[in-house]
């Protein structure tokens, strides 16, 4: 589980109930219409925007975010690729890499190796893989891209719920009785539409983004590392290559011991 994301998510819960309370208005902030208005109309220009598989990968995108990252840490990658850099260096070069974990960053080092034994040429190897990287990052930034669509949308909606709520306001102005229930009404509506952008849909596209960035990193170093042993690069020097990489992550601990083995 990624702590980060619930915790954040739970310390947001209860700000915001907090300040409900607090302020004495917790009674009075639910109402149907703006919940219908903001929810309601951001799900449904969402639709409009995207495509039905797009949709799906952007929820399936939501749940990830719950769940600890699939991508190796750099430290793992790293100790992964000396490995089988010790393995080549024994066996015969790059050839002796078949056994390779299918399963390792969700399939990619068993690709890259395969693919520099089918080319044997370090360009045409490096050109492959790195747009293979780049149509995976695209990919992900689609899903990033579908909350953020939805924080723009849903203070939208939660204006058109405000601009109900005026409405009924000025019909009712001869009533004074219902001028504060029709202004609770514009300004809740208001309300959700900013929270629902500020507390969920923007932090969502960001980690999203996030873990996008970090799957790229560790993506780049798998790719540098095979191209360093099919040039026949030693363990330690591809060690010490790859460390540097470590930095640009902020030496995120392995969360466990290496996956596997070449």
């Known amino acids: 589980m990624d702590m980060m994301t619930i915790v954040g998510f739970l310390l947001g819960a209860a700000v915001v109930i907090w300040g409900a309370f607090s302020s004495g208005v917790a009674d009075k902030i639910l109402n149907l219409h703006g919940l219908i208005i903001v929810f309601g109309g951001t ?18 995108a939501l749940g990830d975010i719950f769940a600890s990252p699939k991508t190796p840490s750099v430290d793992e990658a790293v100790r992964m690729l000396v490995t089988m850099a010790e393995t080549a260096q024994k066996q015969g070069g790059i050839m002796a890499l078949t056994t390779t974990d299918p399963a390792f960053a969700g399939g990619f080092l068993k690709r890259a190796v395969g693919v520099a034994m089918v080319s044997s040429q370090s360009k045409e190897t490096r050109d492959i893989l790195e747009e293979e990287i780049r149509r995976r990052r695209l ?6 891209n579908l909350y953020r669509t939805m924080g723009v949308l849903s203070p939208m909606f939660g204006l058109i719920g405000t ?4 409405i009924q306001t000025l019909s009712n102005i001869s009533d004074p009785t219902m001028i504060g229930r029709s202004m609770a009404v514009a300004i809740t509506s208001a309300l959700f539409g900013i929270g629902f952008s500020n507390m969920f849909c923007v ?15 560790v993506l780049q170093i798998l790719l540098e590392g095979v ?28 969360e466990g ?3 596997a083995k070449a």
């Open 43 to 60: 799900i449904a220009s969402t639709v409009i925007n995207t495509s039905y598989a797009r949709f799906l990968a952007g929820a399936r």
């Open 139 to 144: 990919d992900v930034q689609e899903n990033s």
């Open 163 to 166: 601009l109900f709520g005026i």
């Open 203 to 217: 932090p969502v596209a960001n980690k999203i983004r996030l873990r996008a960035m970090e799957e790229t990193l």
């Open 227 to 254: 191209l360093d042993i099919m040039g026949g690069k030693t363990p330690h020097l591809i060690d010490i290559h790859l460390r540097g990489y470590q930095l640009l992550e902020g030496s995120r601990p392995a």
């Open 257 to 259: 011991p290496l996956r």
